[in-house]
C-alpha cells in the first residue's frame, strides 16, 4: 500500500497558486519524495523529487518539512491544463524500484 | 526531451486472442517497467525488467503475461490469452540513471486495452 495520505480533491482558481498537502509519516531516512501527476487518460508525468531540501524546477516547487513528514508541491500559477490526479510518493533510490501509486488528490482549477 | 512511445493507442481484441503491447523506451534507459489502469482505479506495477530478465513482478503478472526485448529499442508485453479483466490502460516507464535528476521514471502515454 501506498505509505502517503492525500486529500482526495482539491479546487484552485486559475492563476493562484496551487498548493497540495502529502503526509509521509513513516518515511525513512533513505527515501525519497517524488511527485507525478497524471491528466485525464495520459501517462504519469513526473514532477519533481527531493529527500530533506526544498526544490524547485520549471513546473513546480517541492517544500519538505524539517522533520520529513509531510510537503506541499505548489504550482506557482495555476493554469487549466494543470487540472489532473497528483500522487505523492515516497520511495527509495533504488533502480529497479518499483513505483506505488495511490489516489492521490484531484485538482481541479478553476476559470 | 526524449519520451517513451507506445503502439498502439487503442487495441481492441477477443477474449482469449493474445495480443502484443509495444514501446520503445527512451534510449540509454537500461530498466523498463510495465504498469496497467483499470478505469477509475489506481495505476498497478505489474513488472520491471533489467539486463535481458524480470527484476520483480506483481500478483497481476501471472503466466498469461510475458516481457521481452527484442532488439535494442524495443520492450513488448504479451498477454498470451486475454480475459474480460485484462480491460485497462497500460503503461510503459523506463528508468533515467543519471543525476543531477536521479533516478526518476518516465512514462508512456499508455495503450487503452478493451477485450471483449
Known amino acids: 500500500d501506498a505509505k502517503t495520505t492525500q486529500p482526495p480533491s482539491m479546487d484552485c482558481a486559475e492563476g493562484r497558486a496551487a498548493n497540495l498537502p502529502c503526509n509521509h509519516s513513516?518515511?525513512?531516512?533513505?527515501?525519497?519524495v517524488y511527485w507525478y501527476r497524471q491528466i485525464h487518460s495520459q501517462g504519469p508525468q513526473y514532477i519533481i523529487h527531493?529527500?530533506?531540501n526544498n526544490e524547485t524546477n520549471e513546473m513546480a516547487s517541492l517544500i519538505i518539512t524539517e522533520d520529513r513528514k509531510s510537503s506541499t508541491l505548489i504550482l506557482p500559477h495555476a493554469t487549466l491544463r494543470d487540472t489532473a490526479v497528483y500522487y505523492c510518493?515516497?520511495?527509495?533510490?533504488?533502480?529497479?524500484?518499483?513505483?506505488?501509486f495511490g489516489k492521490g488528490t484531484r485538482l481541479h482549477i478553476l476559470p | 526531451e526524449p519520451e517513451v512511445t507506445q503502439t498502439p493507442s487503442h487495441q481492441v481484441t477477443q477474449m482469449g486472442q493474445e495480443v502484443i503491447l509495444r514501446c520503445v523506451p527512451i534510449?540509454?534507459?537500461?530498466?523498463f517497467y510495465w504498469y496497467r489502469q483499470i478505469l477509475g482505479q489506481k495505476v498497478e506495477f505489474l513488472v520491471s525488467?533489467?539486463?535481458?530478465?524480470?527484476?520483480?513482478k506483481s500478483e497481476i503478472f501471472d503466466d498469461q503475461f510475458s516481457v521481452e526485448r527484442p532488439d535494442g529499442s524495443n520492450f513488448t508485453l504479451k498477454i498470451r490469452s486475454t480475459k474480460l479483466e485484462d480491460s485497462a490502460m497500460y503503461f510503459c516507464?523506463?528508468?533515467?540513471?543519471?543525476?543531477?535528476?536521479?533516478?526518476?521514471?518516465?512514462f508512456g502515454p499508455g495503450t487503452r486495452l478493451l477485450v471483449l
Open positions: 510518493i515516497v520511495r527509495a533510490m533504488n533502480r529497479d524500484d518499483k513505483i506505488i
Open positions: 513513516t518515511i525513512s531516512g533513505n527515501e525519497y
Open positions: 527531493g529527500l530533506k
Open positions: 534510449s540509454n534507459h537500461l530498466y
Open positions: 525488467f533489467y539486463n535481458n530478465e524480470i527484476s520483480e
Open positions: 516507464a523506463s528508468n533515467d540513471r543519471a543525476p543531477p535528476r536521479g533516478e526518476t521514471q518516465y
